[in-house]
């Protein structure tokens, strides 16, 4: 099934979007969350909104929302030749820790976008990207979960996009705290949550046969493939969990994807590079099968100074 959160009318509802194109949503009020953390999750959920929606609307008479609020993001690295695209123009030697573990970072689970959201270029950067990647959302928490059994705890997958400051990125990540905020400002998931079944028919090798594009202002930009993935999701979520419990709601972030974000080119093609984000650009992110994100990038503020001046 394809679930998605929408606003119409003021109001925002947790639903499906049927095979018309038609959206049937839940009673205002329920989240996508609180579908998830219900007994049985979306799955025991679904034949509610199939049979008896509250409420029913054409897909273009609605505003698509980002499908939920998460409690925590983790993003994992799970495409190593985005890191080998960056790292081999500059000469440098990938830690070889990165092929033992799916290595994450925490990001903002309070700054998330829904697909059509303005976003906002981070105080102070001038060196602004996006980051395409795909994510699972938890949907059977868990701790300390076993590869053979991880999949079993995805409820669905989306789209995700890492807004990046890169100039900020190159000056935080020396202090080796990892990314702050280079990252912090935004992040986008959407439009759909789709579940497993819906796209294991294109399983192929750690991912699944489908394509990964992205596109500004119409020129495209990126061209990656899911199935090009080096750490799939049950090793991400055997990782993640080690030690800690995954709840519904969790969102896991598959990384870029390579060519995924203006700083591959910047770094392998800086001759012809076109440039970073400014605003009124306008981002196009899509994945088979998930759907596409359109965004539009706008002027962000000023940073505020510190006591330090900085």
């Known amino acids: 099934m394809r679930w998605l959160t929408y606003r119409h009318d003021g109001a925002e509802r947790a639903g499906i979007l049927d095979a018309?194109?038609?959206?049937?949503?839940?009673?205002?009020?329920?989240?996508?969350?609180?579908?998830?953390?219900?007994?049985?999750?979306?799955?025991?959920?679904?034949a509610d909104v199939t049979a008896g929606p509250d409420h029913v609307a054409a897909i273009?008479?609605?505003?698509?929302?980002?499908?939920?609020?998460?409690?925590?993001?983790?993003?994992?690295?799970?495409?190593?030749?985005?890191?080998?695209?960056?790292?081999?123009p500059a000469g440098l030697t990938i830690d070889h820790r990165y092929e033992q573990i799916p290595a994450f970072y925490f990001t903002n689970p309070g700054s998330v976008h829904g697909p059509g959201d303005d976003v906002a270029i981070f105080p102070g950067s001038r060196q602004f990207d996006y980051e395409l990647e795909?994510?699972?959302?938890?949907?059977?928490?868990?701790?300390?979960?076993?590869?053979?059994?991880?999949?079993?705890?995805?409820?669905?997958?989306?789209i995700?996009?890492?807004?990046?400051?890169?100039d900020l990125q190159v000056s935080e990540l020396p202090m080796g705290c990892g990314p702050?905020?280079?990252?912090?400002?935004?992040?986008?998931?959407?439009?759909?949550?789709?579940?497993?079944?819906?796209?294991?028919?294109?399983?192929?090798?750690?991912?699944?046969?489908?394509?990964?594009?992205?596109?500004?202002?119409?020129?495209?930009?990126?061209?990656?493939?899911w199935d090009s993935i080096d750490w799939d999701f049950a090793d991400m979520i055997a990782y993640t969990s080690r030690g800690t419990e995954l709840r519904p709601g969790d969102v896991i972030g598959s990384g870029t994807v390579p060519t995924g974000c203006l700083f591959e080119h910047y770094a392998t093609h800086p001759g012809s590079f076109r440039g970073?984000?400014?605003?009124?650009?306008?981002?196009?992110?899509?994945?088979?099968?998930?759907?596409?994100?359109?965004?539009?990038?706008?002027?962000?503020?000023?940073?505020?100074?510190?006591?330090?001046?900085f």
Request: proline share 9%.
């Open 20 to 46: 018309g194109n038609n959206v049937r949503g839940f009673p205002a009020g329920l989240t996508m969350l609180d579908l998830l953390r219900s007994p049985g999750g979306l799955p025991a959920r679904a």
């Open 60 to 88: 273009g008479e609605v505003t698509v929302c980002a499908p939920l609020q998460p409690p925590s993001i983790r993003d994992c690295l799970g495409f190593l030749q985005h890191l080998r695209n960056c790292a081999a």
């Open 276 to 309: 970073w984000l400014q605003a009124g650009d306008e981002v196009h992110l899509a994945i088979e099968q998930l759907g596409d994100i359109r965004q539009r990038v706008i002027a962000g503020p000023k940073p505020i100074p510190l006591s330090t001046g």
């Open 134 to 158: 795909v994510c699972a959302v938890i949907g059977q928490p868990g701790r300390d979960i076993p590869r053979d059994r991880a999949l079993g705890h995805i409820a669905g997958y989306a």
């Open 180 to 225: 702050a905020k280079s990252k912090d400002g935004a992040t986008t998931l959407g439009p759909l949550l789709v579940t497993p079944d819906e796209i294991e028919p294109h399983r192929a090798g750690k991912g699944f046969a489908l394509s990964m594009t992205a596109a500004v202002n119409g020129e495209p930009t990126s061209q990656g493939r």
């Open 160 to 166: 995700l996009c890492d807004w990046s400051a890169r």
